[in-house]
Structures are given as C-alpha cells and as structure tokens.
C-alpha cells in the first residue's frame, strides 16, 4: 500500500514540474513579446522595403526606392518564375534564364543581390517571367540589409518550423532505432511499424526543409531542389500507409497497400511525363493531391471500420493519432489551394509532429510492457524449474534436459554425470530439524557448485539426492577430491554429522548407448561408496545419541 501511495505522489509532482515548466515557458514568451529590446542585440537588422506592382507585356514588374546605405543587399523569393533585378537602368541580377532548361520550372528560390555602389538611394526593379501562364508566384517581400543580415533574417523567419523539424528527425532516427533494436521479436515477413514511422519522418522532414527554405542552404541549385521537392513529397505518403498496413488485420489493410503501390506509379508517371517535356511535375501536382485527398477519407472511414468491427487494440490505441496527422493534411491541402498555390503552410509539419512524438509514446509503451510481460515469464518459467530451497535446478528441469540428451546424440557422447547423496538425511531431520536438514541441502548445493566446472548444471531430483550433468570433457575424479575436501570441513561447523556419498561416470561407447546408461553407472558407483560411509555415519550417530542421553541424564 505504502508503495502505491509512493507511486502516485512521484506521478503527481513529476505532472507539477512539467506544468510549471510549461507556465514558465509561457511567461517567458510573453515577457519577450512584451519587451522592446532596443539595439542591444539586434539579431533583425533589416528592413522591408515598399513595393509598387505593376505589369507590361505579361511580366510583373516591382518597384522600391533603395535606402541610402552601403553596404547594402536585399533577399525575396521566387517560385516557378524567372527573375531579373535592375538598379536605375542597370541590369545586376538575372535567374532561371538557362537554355534549355529542364524542367522549365527554375524551382522554389530565395535571392540575395548586392547592389552596387552609386545606387544607394535609386531605384530597385524586380522583372518577373511567369514560365507557367499567368503564374508569378508568391507576393513578394523584399528585405533590405547586409548580406549576412538577410540570412539571418531568413533564419530567425524559419526557426519555428527548424525547431520542429529537428523534433521529427530525432522521433525518426529514434523510431528507426527501436525498428533494429526489437528485429528479434517480430516475423522474418513484417515490415516493422518503427521502421515505417522511421521513413515517414525522415521523408516529411526532405519535403519540409524544402519549403521553408533551408535547404537551399546546402543545395544551391533551383532545379534540383525543385525535384527533391516533389520527390519527398511523392514518397513521404507511403510509409506512412505502410504503417496503417501493420496496425490493420481486417480487409481493409489492403487499401492501405493499394494507395503506397498508387503514390509511387503516380511518381513515376509524373517524372517520366516530365521528361518528355509535355508537362513539369508542378502542373501535375492536383493528381497527387487527389488521392491525398482520397487517402484522408479512407483512413477515417478504414479505421473507423477497423475499431467497430475488430478488437484490434492497435487501431483503438493509434486511431487518435491517424486522425489528427489526417485533419492536419487535409488542412495543408486546403490552405494551399486557398493561397493561390503559394506558400505552404506548418499544418502538415505541426500535424505529423503530434503524431510521430504520440506513436513513438504509445510504441514505446507498449514495448515496455511486452517486455516486462516477457521478463515476468521467464521469471515464472525459472521458478517452474528452480528448487526454491536450495536455488538447484528441480525435477522438472532434470527430465527435460533428459530427454534434449537423448535427441542430441553428440552432445551424449560428451556427457559426464555426478551422483550426490546426503547420508542420514533422515536422522538429521528426526533430531536436529528440519531446519538443520535445510543447511545440511544448502550446504551440498554450495560445494557442489564450487567444486565442479560451472559449464554444467546441478539438480536436486529428490530430497537429499542431487545429480550434476555436464556436456564436456572434465577431470571428474580430482573434481570429485575436491567436492570431498569442501563438505568435510563444511560438516566441522554442524553439530550433526554430515557427509555426503557421489558418483561419477562419463560416456563410453563401449558401455553407454544413451544419457541413462551413464546414470546408472554413476548412480552405481556413489551406492558402492554410500556403502562404505554407512559404518561410519553409523558410529557417528550413535555417539550422538549416547551424548544426547548422557547429558538427559
């Protein structure tokens, strides 16, 4: 009772902690968005310039008057659009013009342009070249700074989705982890659910990094990018169906098959339609985001299914999380159609961090319970085998491993066995107790186990007999002096008399054609000296019982 209290109290105060943590954190962020911090340590050190749009001949034009500074950079985005940057008359900047371009698309951009000196203080025109009919991207924001002022801009704009991405790739490399840590414990056929959960992360975290822009930071080319995009973006769906496959054991599993085997023929339609030059992936991306679409109502409808009409306890416990990734990307898809095909939005990160962190939680737990299930077994399965007196292997142990020896025919060709008898066990019993008789049990057990090679097994097979068994070549005789040698000056510290009768024999081929062929050999051999101890375990009790009378008397 004392410790259930414990357990509720350490739950409670640990539930504290993490609430004021979270007050704290709170706090703090309101303190900071309260706070004017002046120039102290100005980690924005940019400005958003004015922007006029116009547009000639098809091409948007944008317009800003330039501070009066050096040096003097600014930063804006491009997507699927050509650009041009001019200071007065003077072209400084031009992107996405290379011939024969593949694909036509120069990809998802940011810039960042110098300007040179002796236009701080002119005009700034933007020239944006729509590859795709109409199409000019995303309105665009245009920062003034220093060079490095405008990476830092970028990066102080994307650290809440950085935040979260390293979130999701620390649940990835985590679940992928766990997939190899518990290999042992599934069929040679499943996928593995960690593994599954592994990929989606590690394939959303691609397709997010992507987005924000970070990306290009390591690959500082547009077309590649543009195709890293749309491949995460094929792929992360699939192993995310892969998992709702494991979780599922009704019919239904199967729609989860169909849609990963649909989401990688429409990559490979989509690229090799791309190839051809008739269409870039980008103006092919409403087919994808149809059978996202589709694969939304079918997790609702399927799971729902599973859990009404199963016991699956897998889908009742991961059902909450699949929901809520699902209302997450539908709402991406319906924010970016909104947009204008613009910019994406963190839904679908928000959402897929929620349901990582909460299946990792759930998959972790439930690990942890199977293992403890197992350990709890094995204890049962010691204990079903173990002397509970003397911690010997029992009865039950001996016949098992009796009848492996007599499957495995080299093993019994190495076979050596001792016989161990307690003589007068019973006189022990009768006038000392049977507490005396326990040590007397113990006391064999523990010579027996400092005695002979610890490569076998020892077992007590009845009340004062024991029996060890060893699958190797051992010098049984000098084993057995020194067994000898142990109980005689253990019998020095009982006031009973203690000793004990053994017998030993290896395999013969000559003689033995199976494990109790050597038994009884041994068996025969410890009665012979059991027969010689008798006179003197006789005389020995009988000076017992004279002193025992005497001292009556």
């Not at 996405?96 to 998802?108: C, D, I, L, N, Y």
């Not at 959960?197 to 822009?213: D, E, R």
């Not at 006391?443 to 610890?454: A, K, L, V």
């Amino acid at each position: 009772m004392k410790r259930t209290d414990s357990a509720h109290t350490e739950k409670h105060l640990m539930t504290a902690f993490f609430l004021a943590a979270l007050a704290g954190l709170l706090f703090l962020s309101w303190s900071f968005w309260k706070s004017d911090a002046g120039d102290a340590l100005p980690l924005r050190n940019t400005s958003r310039l004015e922007l006029v749009t116009s547009y000639q001949d098809g091409i948007q034009v944008q317009t800003a008057r330039l501070p009066d500074r050096t040096p003097l950079s600014v930063m804006f985005k491009t997507t699927h659009t050509k650009v041009e940057v001019y200071a007065g008359e003077e072209l400084i900047y031009r992107s996405g013009w290379e011939e024969k371009a593949f694909p036509k698309s120069p990809g998802t951009l940011w810039h960042i342009v110098s300007i040179p000196e002796g236009h701080a203080g002119g005009t700034l025109r933007i020239c944006i070249y729509p590859v795709y009919t109409h199409f000019y991207g995303n309105t665009s924001v245009l920062y003034c700074g220093t060079k490095s002022a405008c990476v830092l801009e970028r990066l102080t704009d994307i650290l809440p989705i950085l935040i979260i991405n390293c979130v999701i790739v620390f649940a990835g490399i985590l679940s992928i982890f766990l997939h190899f840590f518990t290999r042992s414990r599934r069929e040679k056929h499943e996928i593995g659910s960690f593994l599954c959960l592994g990929l989606f992360a590690l394939t959303i975290v691609v397709w997010s990094l992507c987005q924000c822009g970070f990306l290009q930071f390591v690959i500082p080319d547009g077309r590649t990018l543009y195709f890293v995009d749309f491949f995460s973006f094929f792929l992360f769906p699939v192993p995310f169906n892969l998992f709702v496959y494991t979780v599922c054991r009704t019919k239904y599993r199967w729609g989860f098959a169909a849609l990963s085997v649909a989401y990688l023929v429409n990559m490979v339609l989509e690229t090799a339609i791309q190839m051809t030059g008739l269409l870039d992936i980008f103006q092919m991306m409403s087919v994808t985001h149809v059978l996202m679409a589709v694969n939304g109502v079918y997790v609702f409808w399927a799971i729902g299914r599973e859990v009404h009409l199963t016991d699956n306890e897998n889908a009742k416990r991961f059902r909450l999380p699949l929901y809520i990734v699902m209302v997450f990307g539908l709402a991406e898809l319906a924010a970016y159609y909104f947009r204008g095909f613009r910019d994406t939005s963190v839904f679908l990160p928000t959402g897929t961090i929620l349901f990582i962190v909460m299946l990792v939680w759930i998959q972790v737990a439930q690990y942890y319970r199977t293992m403890l299930e197992e350990q709890k077994l094995a204890y049962f399965e010691k204990l079903a085998n173990m002397d509970i007196l003397t911690e010997a292997l029992n009865r039950n142990a001996y016949e098992d491993t009796l009848k492996r020896l007599e499957r495995q025919e080299l093993e019994v060709k190495a076979t050596c066995v001792v016989l161990f008898d307690i003589n007068d066990m019973k006189y022990i019993n009768d006038n000392f107790g049977h507490e005396k008789g326990d040590e007397a049990l113990k006391s064999c057990y523990h010579c027996i186990r400092q005695s002979f090679d610890p490569s076998g097994k020892c077992f007590r097979i009845g009340g004062d007999e024991f029996v060890y068994i060893a699958c190797s070549a051992q010098d049984l005789a000098a084993e057995k002096q020194r067994f000898e040698e142990l109980i005689l000056r253990e019998s020095e510290k009982f006031e009973f008399p203690f000793s004990v009768a053994c017998g030993y024999a290896s395999y013969d081929p000559a003689r033995d054609r199976t494990v109790r062929d050597v038994i009884r050999r041994s068996d025969e051999m410890m009665y012979q000296n059991k027969k010689k101890k008798e006179p003197r375990s006789a005389l020995a009790a009988e000076c017992v019982r004279a002193a025992e009378s005497l001292a009556q008397s």
